[in-house]
């Protein structure tokens, strides 16, 4: 555990204060390790990236994630930057999830925040890509979530996967629908 995750700066006690004035609950503290994947469903806003932001930073964290390189465009870009994104070349999958895992392996801390669902619209089949990630880096998963209907987010369950990503998200999502979350837009958010 790093210093940071014990003793809270100013700007992790103002998130806090925020999320909290936006009637908003953090449900779990961090996940325990260095490096993590945590997902982040139901992933149907731009919200949803600052209500992550707010609940890593109040409970001390620096959570990475990916966006699309097309969104680094200056100020927004360094606006990203600060909030721990980084870009990402999408037109090249396996490219990109080389370069992730890189990244990964190379930093003393890395908690990488994905949302499977891959696009704020709604789709049926999630991506796979923090499977392979998480395989190749040798780090855990958890269902992360943001919860509208309640206002309450969490790093979630840790998630033991197997050898067979489909099977995984079949159970992932399973997951996630009996946990009945509400979305912000609820019907771009499709479980099953």
């Known amino acids: 555990m790093t210093e940071t995750r014990t003793r809270l700066s100013a700007w992790s006690r103002f998130c806090g204060w925020l999320l909290k004035t936006l009637g908003w609950t953090a449900v779990e503290p961090l996940a325990p390790e260095d490096k993590a994947i945590i997902l982040g469903v139901p992933h149907t806003s731009i919200w949803d990236f600052f209500i992550s932001y ?7 964290g620096n959570a990475k994630c990916m966006v699309k390189k097309e969104m680094f465009f200056p100020p927004l870009g360094w606006i990203l930057k600060a909030m721990g994104a980084f870009p990402v070349d999408r037109t090249s999958p396996t490219r990109m999830l080389h370069s992730v895992i890189h990244a990964m392996e190379a930093e003393g801390s890395f908690h990488l925040a994905i949302a499977p669902e891959g696009t704020r619209k709604p789709v049926k089949n999630w991506k ?65």
């Open 54 to 60: 707010l609940y890593y930073k109040s409970m001390g």
């Open 128 to 192: 796979t890509g923090f499977h392979t990630i998480a395989h190749h880096a040798g780090v855990p998963v958890y269902l992360g979530y943001f919860d509208w209907k309640r206002k309450r987010v969490g790093r979630g369950q840790k998630f033991e996967l197997t050898d067979d990503a489909r099977a995984d998200m079949a159970r992932i999502q399973k997951i996630y629908e009996d946990m009945d979350l509400g979305a912000r837009h609820p019907k771009n958010y499709i479980t099953h």
